[in-house]
């Protein structure tokens, strides 16, 4: 390696690549063109065209829309995938979930209104049916909840209230 003006030999950076078993890095791609958003991963597509709506009758999903139906279906995917890991019998699975959010105003520029919208919570409710015993149920539940990124990274921000209704 040749010297420096100074005479002195650079210091070479190196990087270090973490292994993907242990840091996975997602990539996507967004595009905003004509009041929406197209976001790409690779192989599909998608179209955000409001960052929050309070209009409960829009088709049209919001970004904060999307925070929470990504947190919701993967809560029940998790789910399901772990019953049906264990050969376990899941009738039925449905969900809800709420977000509170505080200051919303601040999120339609209303005058006089000051400071950021912020979520303060997420509430997702939990039905099924299955032929467990329910502190057998709840058990595969937390289970397959260790593996939801979303669930559990979301936990540290702010409150993640999870209730869990059996059907009869």
Do not use: W
Not at 56 to 79: G, K, R, T, W, Y
Not at 118 to 142: M, N, P, Q, W
């Amino acid at each position: 390696m040749p010297n420096d003006d100074n005479g002195q030999r650079p210091v070479q950076a190196t990087t270090v690549r973490t292994p993907e078993s242990e840091r996975y890095t997602a990539s996507y791609r967004a595009i905003a063109a004509d009041g929406a958003v197209k976001v790409y991963n690779g192989a599909g597509c998608l179209c955000v065209s409001l960052p929050m709506s309070f209009d409960l009758m829009s088709p049209a999903f919001s970004s904060v829309d999307m925070v929470a139906a990504a947190v919701a279906s993967e809560v029940l995917l998790c789910i399901e995938k772990e019953f049906a890991r264990r050969k376990e019998d899941l009738m039925d699975l449905e969900g809800r979930a709420y977000l509170d959010i505080a200051n919303p105003l601040a999120a339609l520029n209303v005058v006089g209104i000051t400071g950021s919208p912020a979520i303060e919570r997420i509430g997702i409710d939990v039905y099924l049916f299955t032929f467990l015993e329910e502190d057998e149920a709840k058990e595969v539940i937390e289970a397959g909840l260790v593996h939801a990124v979303l669930y559990q990274s979301l936990q540290a921000a702010f409150p993640v209230d999870l209730r869990v209704s059996f059907a009869q």
